[in-house]
């Protein structure tokens, strides 16, 4: 009897190891490409090569082609740009190449935001005048990719970091700084918000 379950055994195992394992579906990947090139889009360039080594950020890939120019305004569209300006600071460097992102994101769920739009409008209106940034419906979509850029930055990293670096947005980069508060302040009434309409991508 023991040597019909030794031999058993013995057929288990070389079943287990001649079954080829299959290796997980590469994902995505980001063409980085440097316009007039020079040392800061090269730091640029190795921190974001970094970030995306340490974090799995490839779910937040709604795009993959990226520029990095020097002197240039950050833009998501036609092709997402980031500048050199946190090519030393690669806390801010992803938040702002997660911010870029987001506005892919939110362009692929255009038909929940325009139902979140009127909740939004609910709990923030009439907006402050230094809220608007280039237009109403523009200050609504922000707030939702502000909040979803802090709520992907407290995952990756850590609710501290994630406070030090809205703050430094809010303070000293003053980027957006009415609607960076608003995502700390009112972070589960917008949360709310975010999940009644799937507006939360995967991290």
Not at 24 to 29: K, S, V
Not at 38 to 58: E, M, S
Not at 127 to 136: D, F, G, Q, T, W
Not at 185 to 193: R, S
């Amino acid at each position: 009897m023991k040597f019909h379950l030794v031999i058993l055994l013995i057929l288990i195992m070389s079943c287990t190891t001649l079954t080829p394992k299959k290796s997980p579906a590469p994902g995505p990947r980001l063409t980085v490409t440097e316009i007039n090139p020079n040392k800061w889009t090269g730091l640029t360039r190795q921190n974001l090569d970094h970030l995306v080594k340490i974090f799995p950020l490839a779910p937040m890939f709604f795009t993959t082609d990226i520029h990095i120019q020097p002197q240039s305004v950050p833009t998501s569209h036609p092709i997402l740009t980031l500048n050199t300006r946190y090519a030393e600071n690669p806390n801010l460097l992803l938040a702002s190449f997660l911010h870029y992102e987001l506005h892919w994101w939110l362009e692929r769920k255009s038909k929940e935001f325009q139902l979140a739009q009127a909740d939004l409008k609910s709990l923030f209106f009439p907006l402050p005048a230094v809220a608007i940034s280039k237009s109403e419906k523009d200050t609504f979509q922000h707030l939702i990719i502000c909040f979803l850029e802090y709520e992907a930055l407290i995952h990756y990293l850590n609710l501290k970091e994630a406070n030090k670096i809205l703050k430094d947005l809010i303070y000293k980069e003053k980027i957006h700084p009415w609607i960076y508060k608003q995502a700390y302040k009112n972070y589960e009434e917008i949360k709310f918000i975010v999940k009644k309409y799937e507006l939360m991508p995967t991290f």
